[in-house]
């Protein structure tokens, strides 16, 4: 699995739409405002995890993104999967001549790395990161959240 | 943990070091032909690897490289860990100003799928990676490997 700005910004921008008041939906520019990022590179984010269910978008002056179902039963496996399309850490490039329907050792090593990964990210749900972050917010650890609620008036 | 080409490399050649017949050393050169590398950043890796105590290079005509210790008692988690200095797959921007010595719930989060990952390919040795991909290599599923035997004269 490679970790990027994207899965990062997918993960951060799910736990600001869960943090919110029930049925309050959030601006993509308000996400964006808080998360320090481009927002056309967010949108994108947004689309991908609309794809994959776990966003719903409502258009409109009064509109804005929410999560499509409830944060405890979303996990950061789901989040990563989305935007992966499925999670692997150990993205072999194939240029070994390496078999792509028989893994080598090596790939076959890391999948069972990725399996345990996954194993333990699918424990964690966005609801239990959204209850520690504010938990750690009150130390000033996450002031992109709180920025969130304040834009939205919560 | 960030999977690269730099990754690939270090784990590839640390197999071809550890294939080598006992005490025979393998040119640098010889190593990135097989493994279809530029000589000069294979040469960069391994120097990091010498660095982490993994690998011993000789001078002189007969030189080469070997494993400095032995392929039973290095894991894929000794390779990403020498790599990376040490692993760590969520590689926190710290652009939302989340404190640096107070990881928030989305670093812990990933800081336990690091632990789970590590310790999975902690189990994983060198020896026992080589002696599968030999096994698999008899459908020709690693010519790199072949190839640095072939080039040793093994």
């Known amino acids: 699995m490679r970790f990027s700005e994207c899965h990062d910004l997918a993960i951060h921008g799910l736990c600001c739409l869960a943090a919110q008041p029930k049925g309050r939906l959030l601006a ?32 409109g002056k009064a509109g804005g993104y929410g999560l499509s179902r409830p944060a ?12 992966n399309g499925g999670p692997r850490i150990y993205p072999c490039p194939g240029t070994r001549r390496c078999s ?15 399996r345990s990964m996954t194993r333990e990210l ?8 959204v209850a520690d972050l504010r938990a750690g917010g009150k ?7 709180q920025a969130t609620l304040v834009q939205a008036g919560a």
């Not at 808080?34 to 409502?58: D, R």
């Not at 699918?122 to 990161?129: A, D, I, K, N, P």
């Not at 130390?139 to 959240?145: A, C, S, V």
Request: hydrophobic content about 45%; some cysteine; charged content about 25%.
């Open 72 to 83: 405890s039963e979303i996990t950061l496996s789901d989040i990563l999967g989305a935007v």
């Open 28 to 59: 993509a520019k308000d996400m964006a405002k808080a998360l320090g990022a481009k927002l056309s590179y967010l949108a994108k984010i947004l689309q991908i995890l609309a794809h994959a269910g776990l966003v719903e978008a409502k258009r």
């Open 122 to 129: 699918g424990r964690v749900t966005l609801s239990r990161v």
């Open 100 to 114: 792509k329907s028989k893994p080598c050792a090596i790939r076959a090593a890391f999948d069972g790395a990725d």
């Open 139 to 145: 130390t000033g650890n996450t002031p992109w959240l």
